[in-house]
């Protein structure tokens, strides 16, 4: 069952190796080309929230960015992790659209490490 939701939707990690936010920034845009190649509709980032207290620049440059793109035409919208719940209207909407979704882990634990991107 597990597989059926990972084709729904892809998780890119991109804080994985602790990159800077420019570095972060380009992996993102790489993988937003990619899912659009492969006419993906849904994207999990994975960007972190800065637990260590040092921070969270990846976040807050990835989700800046984001609403650039949805202010701009570039991605359909986007979800951040804190509204990733079945009261947000916008996911339930998501979720009502693909139902699969809702067995994602991430679902109504305000995950602030990340964001669903709508392509």
């Known amino acids: 069952m597990q597989r059926r939701l990972e084709a729904t939707i892809k998780s890119v990690n991109l804080k994985s190796d602790m990159p800077h936010v420019h570095e972060a920034l380009q992996r993102m845009d790489r993988e937003l ?3 659009r190649t492969s006419k993906a509709t849904l994207l999990k980032l994975i960007h972190g929230y800065g637990s260590t207290g040092a921070g969270g620049d990846i976040r807050i440059a990835v989700q800046k960015r984001l609403i650039e793109m949805t202010q701009s035409g ?3 919208g986007c979800i951040f ?3 990733w719940s079945k009261s947000d209207e916008t996911a339930w909407k998501l979720l ?3 139902p699969d979704l ?3 882990s991430d679902l109504g634990r305000r995950n602030q490490g990340i964001t669903i991107v709508l392509l």
């Open 33 to 35: 080309a990619l899912a």
């Open 74 to 76: 570039q991605i359909r």
């Open 81 to 83: 992790g804190e509204n």
């Open 96 to 98: 009502r659209s693909h």
């Open 102 to 104: 809702k067995r994602d």
